[in-house]
C-alpha cells in the first residue's frame, strides 16, 4: 500500500495498518507532520516551530511493516498504478490512500493569491509571524505608518481559522505588542474580521457562537458580516459593498480545494472539502486496484477508522 501525504489522513492510515499484514509506504514533501489546528499559535509567537511540526518517522517506530520517505509526488498513474515522484523512483501499488491535503481556494479575489497571507502549513505560520513583526519594526521607525493603516490587520473567514487567528493576533497586540512598543498609538492598531456569511462560527449552536462574539470583542476584534472582499492590495482590502479598509497584512482563512493533483484525477470531490473518504475499485484484468481520497476537512478520528476498516479488508480479501 501507497500513502501519500504525512498529514492526519494518511499518518492515521498508515498507523492503523501498522500491525497489518500489508507493506506500507508513506510519502509526504516534507519530513515532518504538521498539527494544523495550532498554526495560528505558531503565526502569533505563542509555539515554536517544533511544537506543531513533529518528525513523521518517530511516528512509526513501533510500526515495522511502514517505510516513510520525503519526496514531492509529480504524477500518479491509475491505469499502471504507478507513483512518480521528483527523486524517488517510481512506486508500484495494490492499494493507493490519497492523503495529499488541499490547497488554499482564494476564489478568485484580485490580488489575494500575491497579496493575502494563508494559514494552512508550517511555513504560512512562520511566514505570516515574521511579517508582523517586520511591519511593527518599520512602523516603529516611522510611527506616520500607523496612520495609513500599517498596524491594522484584516482576517477573512469566520471559521475556526479566522477567529482562533483573530482572537491570538489581539491577544498579542494587547500583550507583548504594548509592552514592546511602548510609544507606538496602539489605539489605531485594528484587527477586523470579515466574514461573508450573515454570522461567524455558522457550524455551531447559537450559544457558541454567542459566546465567540463576546471573546471577540473584548479582545478588541471587530466582526464584519455579510461582507464579501473584493481586492486585495498591500496596504488596502477592498470589500464589495465599497468599504475599503487601511492594513498593511491581510489574513486568509476563507477557503480550501482539494489538491491539484488529485483534482487532475478525475475524482469526485467534495465542495470544499476538497475529496472524499469512499473507496473507488478499479479490476483491470484480473488484478484487483483499490484506491481512497481522504479529505482533509473530515474528523481525524473518522479517517483513521475508514481507512483501517475499509484498507483492512481489501488487504486481507487480497492476500487470500
Known sequence: ??????????????????????????????????????????????????????????????????????????????????????????????????????????????????????????????????????????????????????????????GPTGIETAGALAELYNGVFRKDYPDLPHEQARIVLVEAGPEIFPMFKPDIRSYTEQALDKRGVEVMTGEVVESIEPSRVTLKSGTVLRAYTLVWGAGLQGNALVRSLGLELERETGSRSTPSSRSPGTRRCTRWAISPRSPIRRRARFCLSSARSHCNRAST
Open 1 to 158: 500500500m501507497v500513502v501519500l501525504g504525512g498529514g492526519f489522513g494518511g499518518v492515521g492510515a498508515a498507523q492503523n495498518l501498522g500491525k497489518s499484514d500489508v507493506d506500507v509506504v508513506l510519502v509526504d514533501k516534507h519530513d515532518y507532520h504538521t498539527f494544523q489546528p495550532l498554526l495560528y499559535q505558531v503565526a502569533t509567537g505563542l509555539l515554536e516551530q517544533p511544537a506543531v511540526g513533529h518528525p513523521l518517522r518517530d511516528l512509526f517506530h513501533k510500526h515495522p511493516n511502514v517505510r516513510v520517505h520525503q519526496d514531492a509526488v509529480t504524477e500518479i498513474d491509475l491505469d499502471a498504478r504507478k507513483v512518480r515522484f521528483g527523486e524517488l523512483e517510481d512506486q508500484d501499488y495494490d492499494f493507493l490512500v490519497l492523503a495529499l491535503g488541499a490547497e488554499v481556494n482564494f476564489f478568485g479575489v484580485d490580488g489575494a493569491e500575491q497579496v493575502a497571507f494563508p494559514l494552512y502549513t508550517l511555513s504560512d505560520a512562520v511566514r505570516l509571524k515574521n511579517h508582523v513583526l517586520e511591519v511593527w519594526e518599520e512602523t516603529d521607525r516611522s510611527p506616520m505608518l500607523a496612520e495609513d493603516g500599517s498596524l491594522n490587520i484584516v482576517v477573512v473567514g469566520g
